[in-house]
């Protein structure tokens, strides 16, 4: 598919957002596309780490708001410590995350939750998906 | 030297063999420990948002319960609540206008400045201990068992909080060669399990974690040791989901670190709690006669 | 008003001060408590006052005060105002509070997990014992709780009234106190040690053993009954441990 690149489609504010929140700056990627042959979860995202740096670059906020990447990622940290330009991506997912988390939308809603789910799972997987899952 | 410990939730409950097997190690390795006062859960996970200080505050309220315990030295068990504890040290020592905040915000605490030494067991063992005078402690050797460890991801990343070198660690290896185990090196050792997409993408979790397990036992692995609860339940636990939905699929034995270290110890079997591993486990270890040696 | 009610102030002068009631200022007796000057200042409580004797918790109030950013907390009906004081009544605080069949319960922390998951989301950022009125370290027993220690949870939140003050200031959106009067009744009902000797006193009354006493106290006259209790024999206040009485034959 082809992008169209311009100043309508570039969503600067979000672009910074994202910025400010993961504390990241994406220009410095040179999309080498370490992270994305990292990615313990690469058969289940639907996006690549690398496509999401570009779509970051390029300030594609429609994309990045659809995709299922940040909430696959598991925060296991390996894109960002194999990462050559010291990118910590771990971090851009939680911001990506965070977008939509913190307008009060949760990704996991503990009180659809089954009884038998919660008392399968032991404490600290109840912690940490929320953590990372509810607003 | 006297250490605090923090347990951390799980322990107390579904990773009791967990805590119990450490506890004995400590009393037999000679470790004087406290546990925190009035702990409260870690989190779990470290906020990785720039502007989310809120989600420091439980770990540091824990850092200031260390402090006031006195011991320089905290030493956690869960690999989980290591990390997450070590980087809001590291955040306390190093940011000097996030501790401030912090700080202010809990103005019921006194003051933190990463006074507390965040310490994973294993590191204990090499650093404090030293593998030397642990072998010398060692009484029934785990001569021929075939052991996969198993970092996962947060006793290895980011840098600044690892145990170890990243993407090619040696701790866990000395620790079962030390123990006198077989260790079975495999690449899938430090790749993660799905950790808490357990919660969010199920069918990820068992997924990855299936895969994590397939390469442990076509390395001839016999069994797999690990560190975190969280680790314990996808690639333990849900291994009955792996037996349902992959052809295939074998029950691989599971246990934590501390319980190998148990039976090497010669402790007694009580403290390691099989009963909450998977029951493949404690067959393992009864017909390499590994329980033989253990005081029942 | 009446000239008893000026009979009995004269000479007591009440000092009036300066209170905020949802914004509006009135000047009411300094001796009065929050409830009462709000009553005062001609507010009338149709809901949310509770006892007034300071146990129910349905009074529980937030106030502050002037120049200082902190939420002050107190029972509407023993907090005394002070000057400026910025009030109002909370009468209800909505929390979600679990359906549960008690008798299906066994005393399981999973338990306590699956009827409010919401408790994993506590941050610990200790809200919840700064605002309860009672004291009440509230954070102490929801970490309890999420460690599977009911009895420590129940322990630790004996005090709590109920009033709901923890659930409104709470990040995590959580009930704590719900969450606490689940851990109380399930330790109470489940994990203290049951009485064995009662086991035994109930069998023993249904098996007739103090039927005779029973039915010989019931056939006495008035005088004659208080005459038995009067010439009872007492435990002396010097009794230790193992004393027993003289008439033995009920024990």
Redesign the interface.
């Known amino acids: 598919m082809a992008l169209v690149i311009s100043r309508r489609t570039s969503d600067t504010k979000f672009h910074d957002r994202v910025s ?4 990241q700056e994406f220009m410095k990627c040179f999309q080498c596309g370490t992270c994305s042959g990292s990615c ?2 690469g ?2 995202i639907d996006t690549f780490p690398r496509k999401i740096m570009a779509l970051l670059q390029l300030g594609r906020m429609e994309e990045l708001s659809e995709l299922n990447t940040p ?2 990622c ?5 894109c ?3 990462c050559p330009r010291g990118i ?1 991506i ?2 851009v ?3 990506l995350r ?1 977008t939509r988390l913190r307008q009060n939308v949760n ?2 809603e503990p009180s659809n939750m089954q009884p038998e789910e919660i008392i ?14 509810t607003s | 030297m006297k250490v605090s410990y923090y ?9 009791k063999n967990l805590e119990d097997s450490a506890l004995a190690a400590f009393k037999a390795l000679g470790i004087e420990y406290q546990e925190l006062d ?4 870690c ?3 470290f ?6 200080l ?2 420091m ?2 770990p540091v ?1 824990d850092l200031v319960r260390a402090k006031q315990l006195g011991a320089g030295t905290m030493v956690t068990l ?1 690999s ?1 609540c290591y990390n997450t504890l070590a980087r809001a040290n590291e955040l306390m020592k190093h940011e000097e206008v996030k501790r401030k905040t912090i700080n202010d915000f ?1 103005n ?1 605490e006194p003051d933190y400045f990463g006074e507390v030494e965040v310490v994973h067991f294993l590191s204990y063992l090499k650093n404090q201990i030293g593998w030397g005078a642990l072998k010398s402690k060692v009484q029934s050797p785990l001569g021929g068992l075939k052991i996969a460890p198993y970092y996962g ?1 947060t006793l ?4 600044d909080v690892a145990i170890d070198h ?2 090619s660690p040696t701790l866990f290896r000395e620790f079962v060669e030390t123990l006198g185990g077989e260790v079975i090196e495999f690449p899938s050792s ?3 399990c ?8 199920p ?3 068992l ?2 974690s299936f895969d994590i397990l397939s390469d442990a036992v076509s390395r001839g692995a016999d069994a797999l040791v690990l560190t ?3 680790c ?2 996808n690639l333990g ?1 849900r291994q009955d989901d792996m037996l349902r939905k992959y052809e295939g699929a074998k029950d691989v034995p599971v246990l934590y670190f501390t319980q190998l270290l148990a039976i090497a110890l010669g402790l007694s079997q009580e403290v390691c709690r099989f009963e909450l591993n998977r029951s493949s486990t404690a067959r393992l270890l009864k017909s390499r006669n590994l329980l033989a040696g253990v005081k029942a | 008003m009446s000239t008893d009610a000026q009979e009995v102030t004269a000479g007591v002068e009440a000092k009036l001060i300066p209170i905020y009631v949802m914004g509006k200022r009135y000047d009411v007796p300094d001796s009065l408590t929050i409830m009462k000057a709000i009553e005062y200042a001609g507010y009338k409580y149709i809901r949310g006052c509770g006892c007034r004797g300071g146990v129910c918790g349905a009074c529980a109030t937030v106030f502050r005060k002037p120049g200082d950013y902190k939420i002050y907390t107190g029972l509407a009906c023993q907090t005394v105002v002070e000057p400026e004081m910025y009030l109002t009544q909370i009468p209800f605080y909505p929390a979600n509070r679990a359906v549960y069949d008690f008798g299906s319960l066994t005393g399981r ?1 999973e338990e306590i997990f699956a009827l409010y998951p919401e408790l ?1 989301r ?5 809200a919840c ?2 605002v309860c009125p009672m004291d009440v ?1 509230v ?2 027993y ?2 309890a709780v ?4 009911i009895e420590a949870a129940a322990r630790i939140s004996f005090d709590c009234i109920q009033c709901g003050l923890c659930a409104s200031r709470c ?1 995590a959106e959580m009930p704590q106190y719900h969450i606490g009067q689940l851990a109380r009744r399930l330790w109470g009902a489940y994990l203290t040690p049951k009485a064995e000797h009662l086991k035994t006193m109930v069998a023993n009354i249904q098996a007739g053993r103090f039927s005779d006493g029973l039915s010989g106290l019931k056939a006495m006259s008035q005088d004659t009954l208080k005459k038995t209790y009067q010439d009872r024999e007492m435990e002396p206040a010097t009794g230790g441990e193992d004393w027993t009485p003289k008439d033995r034959q009920y024990l």
């Open positions: 400010e929140l993961s504390g313990p979860m058969d289940h909430w696959v598991a925060s296991c940290h390996t960002m410590v194999r910590d771990t971090k997912m939680e911001a965070l990704y996991v399968d799972l032991p404490q600290i997987a109840l912690v940490s998906g929320f953590r990372k899952m | 347990p951390g939730c799980t322990l107390k409950t579904r990773a009035r702990w409260n859960c989190g779990a996970v906020s990785l948002a720039d502007d989310d809120i989600h505050v439980a309220r869960c989980m809990m019921e991801c290895l990343r980011p840098k990243p993407d430090t790749v993660c799905g950790s808490y997409q357990a919660l969010g993408n069918e990820a979790a997924k990855v975190c609860p969280l314990d339940y636990r | 922390p994993f506590c941050v610990a950022c200790n014992t700064k370290e954070l102490d929801i970490s999420k460690r599977g220690d990040f």
